[in-house]
């Protein structure tokens, strides 16, 4: 059995209480290796090619693949509290229809912000699913069974608790990869979920730029209002990720002018991989774009995402083939995964 695989197998056996020991790898952390010199696997909300996403079974099973970060989606609940969800929204992983069927808002959703923490611990954690008549769909066919086993939202600072608890019975230095989410939504909820994430991170000694972490965000006002407003009268600074999507809101960073933009108040950039590599290339003739080299340029960092085995670009014939292209080929310094375990394996044997 390789190292990574019986890492992996190991971590999720802490789960349950096994006494276990887990290999030392070369990580970043501190006063270790450079947060920005390794190519760093970034699991995408934990292994969730294997577990539900963003569940604390996902994050421990990415923890024992060998991620070198963990990302967490943050939103915020009712009561003030951070939880770790990709969405403001609980309808396309848990089973809140069933629990509070008269807590939808006239749109049809159910927002996180609607429910009290003690409420959201009384939900159930699904596979990512859509509703087809009814019925719960799984979106990734091939992935963790809908509606088995049990597993539950938690809390940001539960999942920092779960990585550093980690860190220190294996002697590792796993960082975390938290991504604010939807801040101007939160505004209009009364909700301020920038000083509530950097109130936890302070909390827990995630506070100078050595630290094991980079923050993430798509809105680049709020990421301004981070460096330039928060920092200061928090006295902290941490590595800023400027996320960039696809739509048009994010054209001018693409540029030479927008990335010095970009440069003055973050230190990295969270691309979608197709502002990279565009997705109607065809393998052996890849229309790849400036955007690594216009990055670099201005000394960020560039992590891509989303890399997953089970939606491959057209151009990719496998995992491997898409993780050389980014990786070796053109250079990006590490990528969002769905898949660590597969991706530690790539990068140990090929770079
Ligand atoms: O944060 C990087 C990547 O996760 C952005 O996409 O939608 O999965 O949060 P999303
Ligand atoms: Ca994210």
Known sequence: MKPVRAAGLLATMLLVGCAVTVNDQALPGKNRVALWQSKLVIAHRGASGYLPEHTLAAKAMAYGQGAHFIEQDLVMSNDGHVVVLHDHYLDTVTNVRDVFPDRRRADGRYYVVDFTLAELR?????????????????????????????????????????????????????????????????????????????????????????????????????????????????????????????????RAALTAEGMKSVASYADGIGPSMQLIVAPDSVAGNLKTTSLVQLAHDQGLVVHPYTFRRDLLPVYAEDYDALLEIFLNDIGVDGVFTDFPDLTVEYIESNL
């Not at 091939?142 to 539950?152: N, V, Y």
């Not at 209002?225 to 809101?249: A, C, K």
Request: aromatic share 10%; with cysteine.
């Open 122 to 250: 009384r939900l159930a954690v699904y596979e990512r699913f859509k509703v087809s008549d009814g019925t719960r769909i799984a979106v990734f066919e091939q992935r963790f069974p809908l509606e088995k086993s049990s597993f539950r939202i938690a809390t940001f600072a539960e999942e920092i608790e779960l990585i550093q608890g980690l860190n220190q019975s294996t002697g590792r230095s796993v960082g975390i990869y938290p991504e604010i989410k939807s801040p101007a939504f939160h505004r209009r909820e009364g909700k301020d979920i920038s000083v509530a994430v950097l109130e936890v991170l302070k909390t827990y000694g995630y506070d100078e730029r050595r630290d094991d972490v980079f923050l993430q965000c798509f809105d680049a006002n709020e990421l301004q209002r981070i460096r330039g407003e928060l920092f200061p009268v928090m006295n902290m600074t941490v590595p800023l990720v400027q996320l960039i999507g696809t739509g048009p809101e994010f």
